[in-house]
């Protein structure tokens, strides 16, 4: 009888303790909507389709480096989002491309400007309605920016924590976007601050090759690629499981765009055919439109590489289609990864590829 009592408080205990698997993260559906872009974040069809959607993109004042944010659509966002859907969780994006490398090295180098930096982008995620930050620093090049980089999560988590005693809100999420592979530069990223602090990364897995770089056709986006080869997703996410950030941090980005080749001789139109730029960069929406103006053949599917191309008269586009985007989704769920996030949401033609990863997911979770 003793034992048995025992046994039934041994399974409650065991029943109690897996039923809180220490504040799992669920699955990731993120997309990125880039201001001016000129869709509606949220589809009005379909508001599942997305777990997380980020604005894109908040800048850094090169003097006060404070957060500079130029539309109008900023602060509207998370409340347009939010009266579609209540529990889409929205971030900000800080960085890209187009901000200013000395003004983030500098930053990131001086604990005064870190102050400011980190500061005030907590007070303007929280002023604006924001869950959570995402940064981006992918110019980053030297070995002291990336350390001063594992120095900025430090204290932006630390700050972001110390916030969260005083705040009724739960805790601001911290997020970074990352290049496909941790050890493109002289520098490392700086992978022990990152697994610390950051609650996941988002990884540009894509843009290889673009066609100013090569003068025949690639996979700009290639899960795989034949041979020993590292210019390819699946090399791209070895190596940071490698480096030690754990799958389960990873967030597989995927291009809702695709690049134009001109090709040296039409006939001549498979992987790796003589072509040239210039690198024209389009929109999966403008891909479907070009090519079914032109009135195209059905855009091919290459599962060696995974990558859809479709030949208009000479040009050679490649892109995530549907098929790719499956394959993609399903990769990152084999392989443990935390989710999928979409460069950019408004470059969907009609919700397809949208539609097309969420299926793929709801498929999976019926499996296992
Ligand atoms: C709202 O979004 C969540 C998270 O993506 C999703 O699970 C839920 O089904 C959505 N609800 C509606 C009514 O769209
Ligand atoms: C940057 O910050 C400085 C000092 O606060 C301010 O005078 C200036 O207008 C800001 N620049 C931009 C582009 O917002
Ligand atoms: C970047 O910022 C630095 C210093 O703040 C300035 O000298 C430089 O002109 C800026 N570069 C660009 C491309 O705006
Ligand atoms: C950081 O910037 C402040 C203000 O410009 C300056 O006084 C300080 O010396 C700088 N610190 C370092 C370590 O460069
Ligand atoms: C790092 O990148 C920036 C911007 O692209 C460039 O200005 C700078 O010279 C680079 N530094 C090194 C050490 O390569
Ligand atoms: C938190 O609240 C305490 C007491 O009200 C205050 O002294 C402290 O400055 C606050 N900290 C932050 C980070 O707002
Ligand atoms: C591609 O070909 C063009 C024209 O012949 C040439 O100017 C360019 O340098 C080549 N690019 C590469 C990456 O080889
Ligand atoms: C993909 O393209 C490469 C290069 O043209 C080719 O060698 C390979 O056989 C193709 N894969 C499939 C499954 O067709
Ligand atoms: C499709 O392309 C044509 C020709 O470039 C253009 O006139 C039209 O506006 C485009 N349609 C859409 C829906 O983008
Ligand atoms: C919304 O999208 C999901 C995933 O593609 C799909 O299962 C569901 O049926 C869609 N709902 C509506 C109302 O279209």
Redesign the pocket.
Same mark, same amino acid.
């Given at each position: 009888m003793v034992s048995r009592i025992a046994i039934i408080i041994l399974f409650h205990v065991f029943l109690s303790l897996n039923s809180h698997p220490a504040k799992a993260q669920a699955w990731i559906k993120a997309g990125y909507w880039y201001s001016g872009s000129g869709c509606l974040p949220v589809s009005d069809k379909n508001s599942t389709l997305y777990t997380h959607l980020i604005y894109a993109a908040a800048d850094l004042n090169s003097s006060s480096y404070q957060l500079s944010i130029r539309s109008d659509s900023f602060s509207a966002f998370t409340n347009t989002v939010k009266r579609k859907n209540q529990s889409i969780t929205t971030l900000l994006f800080i960085g890209g491309w187009n901000t200013n490398y000395s003004t983030l090295s500098a930053m990131a180098g001086n604990s005064t400007y870190r102050k400011s930096f980190i500061d005030d982008s907590i007070k303007t995620a929280r002023h604006y309605g924001f869950q959570g930050l995402d940064f981006s620093w992918l110019t980053a090049n030297t070995s002291d920016d990336m350390d001063n980089m594992g120095t900025l999560f430090e204290e932006w988590r630390a700050a972001i924590a110390l916030e969260t005693r005083n705040s009724s809100l739960s805790e601001l999420i911290l997020t970074a976007v990352v290049q496909y592979s941790p050890t493109l530069h002289s520098g490392s990223y700086p992978i022990d601050s990152m697994r610390r602090n950051l609650n996941w990364i988002h990884v540009l897995a894509f843009d290889y090759y673009i066609p100013t770089w090569v003068n025949s056709t690639v996979a700009s986006a290639a899960l795989y690629a034949p041979g020993d080869r590292d210019d390819n997703t699946d090399y791209g996410i070895a190596a940071w499981i490698n480096a030690g950030l754990p799958a389960s941090k990873l967030v597989l980005g995927l291009p809702f765009f695709g690049y134009v080749w001109k090709l040296a001789n039409p006939n001549e139109n498979s992987i790796g055919a003589p072509a040239t730029g210039p690198a024209d960069r389009m929109s999966y $929406?403008?891909i479907n439109?070009?090519s $079914?103006?032109n009135r195209a053949a059905d855009p091919i599917y290459n599962s060696t590489y995974v990558v859809n191309y479709v030949i208009v008269g000479s040009d050679w586009i490649s892109f995530d289609g549907v098929d790719v985007v499956r394959k993609k989704v399903s990769y990152a769920m084999e392989k443990g990864l935390l989710g999928y996030v979409v460069w950019e949401i408004c470059q969907d033609d009609n919700w397809v590829l949208s539609q097309a990863g969420m299926r793929m997911f709801l498929n999976h979770k019926m499996i296992f």
């Open positions: $929406k403008d439109n070009y $079914k103006t």
